[in-house]
């Protein structure tokens, strides 16, 4: 089955600085990335998703970038706020497996002022 | 519209108790699933539904049961709590793609559950 691995598992940056999650997946087949925030004690959010027919994609200030020779994926986030501070997680799955999601571990997002 | 919702929201157990977990949506969703969170291990997959009728089994299917007898519904049982399955335990559920993979899955707001 598929494996996902996300570092680093938090990551403190002042507001305004840049910050940078990466995830690795093991099966060639995954072909759908959604990345979803989950602020203390709420349900987890989608923020942004890639397929795999895409390099990049960019809303805002979110992006996420998709290596497929490489097996990996990251999300940027610019201009960070104190409102990012959340856990975030990556996601892997591919066609006809029910879009079934095999996440990371999460990345604990501390943005400080 | 509700989206999707949990019940009950807080739960403790003895040993051996059982229970049963309600997730409900409203949006006409095929796909419903039962994730539990615990710290450090992100998300699993527990059991899944592709529709009212149907499930299977997740990455960590032990100890528990689901049923899906109605489309907007998704029970999640356990027959005898273990302590082991202390955790917060989340819903989703999510539209049938169109000939490619994915699509978000809109998830409830979580029942925290203690097993005593």
């Known amino acids: 089955g598929e494996n996902v691995e996300q570092h680093p598992s938090t990551l403190s940056v002042q507001e305004g600085d840049s910050a940078v999650i990466k995830c690795t997946y093991s099966?060639?087949?995954?072909?759908?990335f959604p990345w979803y925030k989950q602020e203390l004690g709420k349900r987890p959010q989608l923020i942004i998703d890639?397929?795999?027919?895409?390099g990049e994609k960019k809303d805002q200030r979110i992006a996420v970038t998709l290596n497929k020779t490489a097996k990996h994926f990251s999300l940027h986030i610019t201009e960070t706020q104190p409102e990012d501070s959340a856990v975030y997680f990556c996601?892997?799955?591919?066609?006809?497996?029910?879009?079934?999601?095999?996440f990371g571990t999460g990345t604990r997002l501390q943005v400080t002022l | 519209n509700a989206g999707v919702t949990q019940t009950p929201k807080f739960r403790v157990l003895k040993t051996g108790q059982s229970m049963t977990l309600l997730c409900a949506q409203d949006?006409?969703?095929?796909?419903m699933y039962w994730y539990r969170q615990d710290p450090g291990m992100g998300l699993r997959l527990i059991h899944y539904?592709?529709?009212?009728?149907?499930?299977a089994k997740g990455e960590v299917p032990d100890g528990y049961n689901v049923s899906r007898l109605k489309k907007q519904n998704f029970l999640l049982g356990l027959e005898s709590a273990a302590p082991s399955q202390t955790s917060v335990y989340f819903c989703?559920?999510?539209?049938?793609?169109?000939?490619?993979?994915?699509?978000?899955?809109?998830f409830g707001p979580g029942t925290r559950l203690t097993v005593l």
């Open positions: 996601a892997a799955t591919s066609t006809g497996t029910a879009s079934k999601l095999t």
């Open positions: 989703a559920s999510s539209s049938r793609p169109r000939n490619v993979a994915g699509g978000e899955q809109f």
């Open positions: 949006m006409n969703h095929e796909y």
């Open positions: 099966d060639s087949a995954s072909n759908y």
């Open positions: 890639i397929r795999s027919n895409v």
């Open positions: 539904s592709v529709g009212e009728g149907t499930t």
